[in-house]
């Protein structure tokens, strides 16, 4: 993870609101605590007040197990965030660093056990995918491309409920690749509940989609509910304020 600069008052958004750092901070530090609780070790990098949305780290990066790609960030803004990343992830992984004119946001990527869903959005392109696919192929991983229809990442849109099912934004992108994959598609309606968080056996859920977090219970989750509210101002979500490193042997979401 990574802290939140007094710059992400600069941070790129699609709406034209006013971003406060710390209320965004208080935000974050409910979420590092979330994620502790789950029995992850957090490795925290300094913020970059030259990059004002350093805290979305998961852009910046994908590990694969061993392997990790380093992305060149469709937002030209934000390709000095990449460096840092990379050199905490080396004490974990061999990273595979990308090329322009290749571009890919780590928000475009969606693993479902060995596959990689990579959306193919504003952010990422096709030759950053096909990057993606080479490093994929030393871990077994096959990449499917999918064309993002509307939203930023593919992951503001969709993301894996659990092992066996996804949550899928209707009107983001066709689920059909999804469903072809074997899990189950749970279509929702609140703007921000296609992003959760699936780690191990609990789910992170934003309170902006109180109807989503409801049917995951209903499901029998452990659902935890957090309020993110500032950083979806900013356009991000849960799964972009981390960069999940997998147990050896193990895969998250
Ligand atoms: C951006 O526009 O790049 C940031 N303000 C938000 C990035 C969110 N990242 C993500 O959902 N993976």
Not at 34 to 51: K, M, Q
Not at 52 to 67: I, K, Q, S, W
Not at 144 to 157: F, I, Y
Not at 216 to 231: F, I, N, P, T, Y
Request: hydrophobic letters at 50%.
């Amino acid at each position: 993870m990574r802290a939140i600069p007094d710059a992400f008052t600069a941070a790129l958004r699609t709406r034209d609101v006013p971003l406060d750092p710390a209320r965004a901070r208080d935000q974050h530090l409910a979420y590092v605590a979330a994620l502790a609780a789950t029995g992850c070790e957090i490795v925290w990098l300094d913020a970059d007040e030259s990059c004002p949305d350093c805290c979305f780290v998961e852009d910046t990066a994908v590990v694969l197990g061993r392997h990790a790609a380093l992305t060149v960030p469709g937002a030209p803004s934000r390709r000095d965030e990449v460096e840092p990343v990379g050199l905490a992830l080396s004490r974990w992984c061999a990273v595979h660093p990308m090329s322009a004119p290749a571009t890919l946001d780590g928000g475009d990527v969606m693993r479902a056990a060995d596959l990689l869903f990579v959306g193919l959005s504003e952010r990422t392109n096709a030759a950053g995918a096909a990057f993606l696919a080479q490093v994929a192929a030393y871990e077994g991983l096959r990449v499917v491309t999918v064309p993002l229809g509307a939203g930023l990442h593919l992951k503001s849109a969709v993301t894996l409920a659990d092992a066996r099912a996804v949550l899928v934004l209707g009107g983001a992108v066709d689920p059909a690749p999804f469903a072809a994959a074997g899990l189950e598609i749970l279509p929702v309606a609140e703007p921000v509940g296609g992003n959760v968080l699936h780690l191990g056996d609990r789910v992170l859920v934003s309170a902006d989609a109180p109807d989503t977090a409801a049917r995951l219970r209903d499901r029998g989750l452990d659902v935890r509910v957090l309020d993110v509210s500032e950083l979806h101002k900013a356009d991000g979500a849960l799964t972009c304020l981390s960069v999940r490193i997998p147990r050896r042997g193990t895969w998250c979401a």
